[in-house]
């Protein structure tokens, strides 16, 4: 397509809603359906690096798996993560960059997602979405009961100035036995506090789209996706990760519907300093690829870099 990015994702969003647009680009609401539903608004994404985004319009900010204080791990060296590594969290590191949340989203419950989302529900007093076992580990990381609000899968949340769905999503696999690190649930009681990084299990894994600004966002944290969950999905931007199974980003373009924009996610090695640029650890080119092939234009920024759709 020749038409610039701003026209294929105003027409993606318009398509998305299932009409056609004024010469604004702005369908007028009609009186049985609310105005904020289709107008378009500016969304600025600032990527943390990992899966950790900012993703603000007007006054709303909503953020996915805040991890902004990286602790060496070696997850991306020939020996793997030590799985005896200490899980930290630096309000210090933390406060340079968190001003303000509405929501976080927890999209799993591994050590490089969720480490930090206790401080920064405290902060800035966010509602924060997880299924049952990511909010018993946050309970045992002294989270704010309050704030914690369980999801399954399923849910349509409205929330002031935009709104998230919540999908039963799989965590990626790989190797000859399709594994993935620290597998595992926490339901029912909140389980001792977690101090290694083996403590924090995957504990399920979900998806979310954020419809904010009149953009809809699918936020995926892993290259896995649930088929059956995702099947005809619409949307404007998908944040998608590399790794997986072979052909899982494939997959994953055939199952939703076509979408313009693809913006990678978690393809930086995490043990390299976020305000340093980010180091591949080695899947972007075959998920440039995949997204490439569809037609979908590709995106990757950088640290600390904000792009605004
Ligand atoms: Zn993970």
């Known amino acids: 397509m020749t038409v610039s990015r701003r026209g294929v994702l105003r027409g993606a969003a318009v398509a998305a809603v299932g009409?056609?647009?004024?010469?604004?680009?702005?369908?007028?609401?009609?009186?049985?359906?609310?105005?904020?539903?289709?107008?378009?608004?500016?969304?600025?994404?600032?990527?943390?690096?990992?899966?950790?985004?900012?993703?603000?319009?007007?006054?709303?900010?909503?953020?996915?798996d805040p991890w902004l204080t990286r602790f060496v791990t070696g997850t991306y060296t020939p020996e793997g993560a030590d799985e005896t590594t200490r899980i930290v969290s630096k309000p210090s590191v933390i406060d340079k960059y968190v001003t303000k949340a509405d929501a976080i989203l927890v999209h799993h419950g591994h050590y490089d997602h969720l480490p930090d989302v206790p401080y920064v529900a405290r902060r800035t007093k966010a509602t924060v979405l997880g299924n049952e076992t990511h909010l018993n580990l946050l309970r045992a990381m002294r989270a704010p009961g309050d704030q914690l609000t369980q999801v399954v899968g399923g849910e349509y949340l409205p929330f002031k100035g935009f709104t998230v769905e919540v999908f039963r999503s799989l965590h990626s696999c790989g190797g000859e036995r399709h594994q993935f690190a620290f597998p595992g649930t926490r339901p029912a009681v909140v389980p001792p506090k977690p101090r290694t990084i083996a403590d924090l299990v995957e504990g399920g894994t979900l998806a979310y789209v954020l419809t904010i600004g009149g953009l809809r966002i699918l936020s995926l944290s892993t290259a896995g996706f649930d088929p059956v969950a995702l099947k005809d999905l619409e949307v404007d931007v998908v944040l998608a990760a590399p790794g997986g199974e072979p052909g899982v980003t494939d997959r994953l373009l055939k199952t939703i519907k076509p979408v313009p924009l693809v913006i990678a996610t978690h393809w930086d090695d995490f043990d390299k300093p976020l305000d340093e640029p980010a180091e591949d650890w080695g899947g972007l080119a075959k998920l440039q690829a995949s997204v490439l092939a569809t037609g979908a234009e590709f995106r990757k920024v950088e640290h600390l870099e904000s792009i605004t759709l």
């Open 19 to 64: 009409a056609a647009g004024t010469a604004a680009g702005v369908r007028a609401a009609t009186a049985d359906e609310p105005a904020a539903a289709t107008q378009r608004e500016p969304v600025e994404l600032t990527w943390w690096g990992n899966h950790a985004w900012q993703i603000r319009s007007g006054e709303s900010v909503v953020l996915t």
